[in-house]
């Protein structure tokens, strides 16, 4: 059976896009830039960007055009031995994808609680005590909170209905979860600059602290979140560029990918600081001690600023429906692009029908999620996320570049890369695979484990 193709370049772009810019756009990235440098941030940000993040996003739409596969068979085509890095990547995404769809959970309640502003004066109370009840560690799993499972059979149910006819529903998709939440953040943006003290909370984000610049973790920040924000090594661009013809453009499609996916970050930015700026005066407390970022950000402090704002219970619901509406829309093509790494590469091994799969996949990865969904579920989410995001992302990340820069020949894929794209590039990509990006995540998980031991 022929592989299934994307409808259009821009399906393929936007699915890309969509993978990139996801919940991390919107609280990783705001929170990141704020503490490691301000406006200086961007140096790092732009130079791990170009030298790091463009390459290897380049090299993943590359290896899954040219060979045709998923992560584990494209890896496999190099160097037999090999495949067992792609098997590592894609069921890290899996495991990732077991709790992402969990929040995804949290932000489908948080719809239904922003009618009325349900969390009132009080969003810290109302997360943790009323909506997740909370119990006093990972060991004490409790009950069950039947409010998370019924947004987490909602996520899973969406996510097969995306998936199941391919690139074709992908295609269908894309075309509106990938626009709509960019044009709620220019929406929140242009309120949150409109209001009282935004300036202020702008200043924070933007106001460079080059001093920074001369610690080696800020540059480790950089080149992590650029990793991150690009979903590489996870096999998910490797995949999505299986679909392609082995005649598409790589390079300009990566490039229009990487730069979508950062202008999503930095309106995420501004829509934030702009809000925290408003929500510091009005409470009367210094910036710092109100910006957060992660999962805090979401469901505590920016509830707890929709709940100041100007123009009463439905202004404020209707905000806090843009929000929550901009959260999932944002998170769901990098929920299902996890989910699709890992059908892409059991269907190559095992020539699974991609349905009965899909099905398969989505009750196991709800059943699993039913841990995530207790009292102690926070818990479990936080170790969990923790353990894969140093074990696995910066280890698969070092090997597959390896593998590609050295054992494939960085080269060798240039010249692939040239013959179809329009926009050239040069030497620095073979210079990039081989040493930049290996290089710079063994800094990375070097300085994460002296953190750890310390
Ligand atoms: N790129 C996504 C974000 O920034 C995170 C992600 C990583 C999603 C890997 C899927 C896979 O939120």
Same mark, same amino acid.
Do not use: C
């Given at each position: ?35 490691? +440098?301000? /406006? ?26 040219? %060979? ?9 085509? =190099? ?13 890290? /995404? ?53 409010? @998370? ?9 969406? @996510?097969?209905? !995306? ?34 003290? &935004? ?35 996870? /096999? ?14 790589? &390079?300009?499609?990566? @490039? ?26 009005? !409470? ?15 469901? #505590? ?11 009463? #219970? =439905? ?16 998170? !769901?093509?990098? &929920? %299902? ?19 009965? %799969?899909?099905?398969? %996949?989505? =009750?196991?990865?709800?059943? #699993? ?15 969990? *996320? ?22 494939? *020949? ?25 040493? @930049?990006?290996? +290089?710079?995540? !063994? ?12």
């Amino acid at each position: 059976m022929a592989r299934q193709k994307w409808g259009s370049r821009w399906a393929f772009v936007l699915a890309a896009i969509g993978s990139a810019a996801g919940l991390g756009n919107a609280w990783r990235f705001p929170y990141m830039a704020y503490s490691n +440098g301000g /406006g200086a941030f961007y140096v790092p940000y732009f130079i791990a960007l170009f030298l790091a993040g463009i390459p290897l996003l380049m090299a993943e739409f590359a290896i899954g055009q040219g %060979f045709q596969s998923g992560a584990p068979r494209s890896l496999a085509k =190099i160097k037999k031995g090999a495949e067992f890095i792609g098997w590592w990547a894609v069921i890290t /995404g899996a495991l990732i994808t077991f709790y992402y769809n969990v929040i995804m959970a949290y932000i489908f309640n948080y719809l239904y609680y922003s009618f009325g502003v349900a969390w009132k004066g009080d969003p810290n109370k109302f997360f943790f005590n009323e909506f997740l009840q909370v119990s006093n560690g990972p060991s004490e799993l409790g009950s069950i909170r039947w409010p @998370i499972v019924i947004g987490l059979a909602l996520t899973w149910l969406w @996510i097969y209905f !995306i998936l199941r006819k391919g690139t074709t529903s992908v295609g269908k998709t894309v075309a509106w979860t990938v626009p709509l939440p960019v044009i709620l953040l220019i929406i929140l943006g242009i309120r949150g600059i409109t209001l009282e003290g &935004a300036a202020q909370g702008l200043n924070f984000l933007f106001q460079p602290n080059f001093a920074k610049l001369a610690e080696p973790r800020v540059w480790a920040n950089a080149f992590g979140q650029i990793f991150f924000t690009l979903s590489l090594a996870f /096999g998910i661009m490797i995949a999505y560029g299986s679909y392609n013809k082995k005649e598409e453009d790589i &390079a300009n499609n990566a @490039i229009i990918t990487a730069l979508g996916n950062s202008a999503t970050s930095f309106l995420a930015g501004i829509a934030v600081f702009s809000v925290l700026g408003y929500m510091a005066l009005q !409470i009367n407390s210094p910036i710092d001690e109100v910006v957060s970022g992660g999962i805090g950000l979401a469901f #505590v402090v920016y509830p707890q600023a929709i709940s100041l704002f100007p123009g009463g #219970v =439905i202004v404020q619901s209707i905000i806090g429906l843009a929000f929550f509406v901009m959260l999932l829309t944002l998170g !769901i093509d990098s &929920a %299902f692009s996890l989910v699709e790494a890992v059908e892409a590469a059991a269907s190559d091994k095992f020539k699974f029908n991609k349905r009965s %799969f899909l099905i398969g %996949f989505s =009750i196991f990865g709800f059943l #699993v999620g039913l841990l995530y969904s207790t009292q102690g579920g926070l818990y479990w989410l936080d170790i969990i *996320d923790h353990f894969l995001s140093i074990y696995a992302l910066l280890i698969v990340g070092i090997l597959e570049s390896i593998i590609i820069g050295w054992v494939l *020949d960085a080269e060798k894929l240039r010249n692939y890369i040239n013959k179809v794209s329009e926009v050239k590039i040069g030497k620095w990509f073979d210079i990039s695979l081989r040493y @930049i990006i290996p +290089g710079s995540l !063994i800094i990375i998980l070097g300085l994460t484990l002296y953190d750890e031991i310390k």
